[in-house]
């Protein structure tokens, strides 16, 4: 099967969050069948991490259009193992500090979905699914089957297209002067409201009417999104797709996180040493943070510093857990909302000894809190999926999470029972109250040693992997060309 990801992130290349890694991870996971090719198609933009291929291939420039704007991509192929990246560069869209955030970011996205069209065209390459992520690519869809010059090529005669929403927040609105403009579509496609939402074009809600197949990145947050409650109000649109759209949860890389083999850890350990292997990793990362162990356990957090992130549930119940009483240590890595970085700070400044924060990012520190911390805090307004609850367990290292979208569908949450799986700890209402039951029932976990065992061996044991994962699109894509496994 010929597959093609268009993604305007992927790993080693670029990343801004969780949308890399997914990209990545299943197209890693697909192409290691060989009867599968998988081209992952992706911007190269200024900071993209190039050196991460062992040889980049030069293969010149493809002319590209938008309307009166006669363009150009210049491309580049890479290769690790048998996954193939298209490196699509053009200096003016590209050649800038940051991955988005510009008041032309549909307009460099818009020339990314045209260029990647080209780039088949170019390469000859006839892809049986057309996979593509998020808003930023969410027009290609309707471009296939509305512009006589793809409907009409039979190099997509045979195309399926599969549109994945990672993060429904963005929408893609501009607009609709641009239909025309940016993708040479008639205005009849905003007035008979195929594309229209909000009064505005959305490139999301396109690719959700025209792509063949639909998913999310949890079955929960499917569900979510078809309710009616649901902030993101793509109730509508996405009940008359319902029979076509579904639920896939994301795994996790599990060759870069794995314990046994992981070079940024102090010691390595499995599923039996992992009690010295912790031990020793806790020493080092406290020891990295300036800090010494109290009688209470470790609550880490790595993560944007957002509004999404419960980050303000923290703050406001962090005082009961690192004080005399229970003498817990918290550490947090991460950056974002500097009203929100700014408190963080205040809270290390105001618990010096309990406290460590570092303002950023480090992969290799991020390495070591998975390994070292006791808990991994996830109190999340909303989350679509969610990937470090699922490292955590991978490190032994229990995730709080309040039950939201993936953390749903990833946590089984300690309850005291004895008899019961768990392998991690939830709490439902996103208020300091919820937050506080989760890291309570974690305190009192901590210092009941084997029941702490059990459940931390639940976690080390559950499989997070992207073969599962990978398996449920490849039977979503066999379905969507109509055809048997």
Same mark, same amino acid.
Request: one cysteine or more.
């Given at each position: ?28 996971? #697909? ?43 210049? #491309? ?22 940051? %991955? ?37 690519? &969410? /027009? ?44 040479? %579509? ?13 009064? /505005? ?32 109000? +793509? ?33 390595? $350990? ?14 080092? %990362? ?14 880490? /957090? ?11 549930? %923290? ?31 205040? +809270? ?9 924060? $570092? ?36 490190? &032994? ?7 939201? &979208? ?6 089984? &949450? $300690? ?71």
């Amino acid at each position: 099967m010929n597959i093609a990801m268009l993604a305007s992130e992927a790993l080693p290349l670029s990343k801004t969050g969780g949308l890399a890694d997914v990209v990545y991870a299943l197209s890693k996971e #697909l192409a290691k069948d060989p009867k599968n090719e998988v081209i992952i198609f992706t911007p190269n933009y200024r900071n993209a991490k190039i050196n991460a291929f062992p040889r980049l291939k030069d293969l010149g420039e493809i002319a590209v259009d938008l309307s009166w704007r006669h363009l150009h991509a210049h #491309l580049w192929e890479a290769k690790l193992g048998r996954l193939r990246y298209i490196l699509i560069g053009n200096s003016y869209y590209f050649d800038r500090p940051s %991955l988005y955030g510009y008041h032309d970011d549909c307009e460099r996205f818009a020339f990314f979905g045209n260029a990647c069209l080209a780039a088949l065209r170019f390469l000859k390459f006839a892809p049986d699914i057309l996979h593509v992520h998020d808003w930023q690519v &969410g /027009m290609v869809p309707c471009l296939l089957k509305e512009k006589d010059e793809y409907k009409n090529d039979p190099l997509f005669a045979h195309t399926k297209t599969v549109l994945t929403i990672h993060n429904p927040a963005f929408k893609g609105f501009i607009d609709r002067y641009f239909l025309a403009d940016f993708w040479g %579509l008639p205005d009849s496609l905003y007035d008979n409201g195929q594309v229209r939402f909000d009064n /505005m074009v959305s490139t999301l809600k396109a690719g959700i009417v025209y792509a063949d197949k639909i998913t999310t990145v949890s079955p929960t947050h499917r569900n979510e999104l078809l309710s009616p409650y649901s902030d993101q109000h +793509l109730n509508g649109v996405l009940e008359l797709r319902k029979d076509d759209f579904q639920g896939i949860l994301n795994g996790i890389d599990e060759e870069e996180w794995n314990p046994a083999h992981d070079a940024y850890l102090a010691k390595t $350990y499995t599923a039996k040493t992992w009690k010295e292997g912790k031990e020793t990793n806790q020493q080092q %990362l406290l020891s990295t943070f300036s800090l010494t162990k109290g009688k209470g356990p470790i609550y880490a /957090m790595v993560s944007r510093l957002s509004w999404q992130k419960g980050v303000d549930l %923290l703050l406001e119940a962090a005082p009961q857990f690192v004080g005399p009483n229970v003498e817990g240590t918290i550490l947090i890595l991460g950056s974002g909302e500097y009203a929100l970085e700014r408190r963080v700070q205040a +809270l290390r400044d105001a618990y010096p000894s309990r406290v460590g924060v $570092y303002l950023g990012y480090q992969n290799a520190l991020s390495h070591l809190i998975y390994a070292g911390a006791d808990f991994f805090l996830m109190p999340s307004l909303f989350e679509p999926c969610g990937i470090s609850q699922m490292i955590a367990q991978r490190y &032994g290292t229990l995730p709080i999470v309040r039950y939201t &979208g993936g953390l749903r569908d990833t946590v089984e &949450g $300690y309850d005291g029972d004895p008899n019961q799986y768990a392998d991690g700890i939830g709490f439902r209402d996103y208020d300091l109250g919820g937050l506080t039951y989760g890291m309570s029932k974690a305190n009192e976990l901590y210092h009941q040693p084997e029941e702490y065992a059990r459940i931390v061996g639940n976690a080390l044991r559950k499989d997070n992997s992207w073969k599962k994962s990978a398996a449920a699109y490849l039977r979503l894509y066999h379905e969507a060309l109509g055809k048997e496994e």
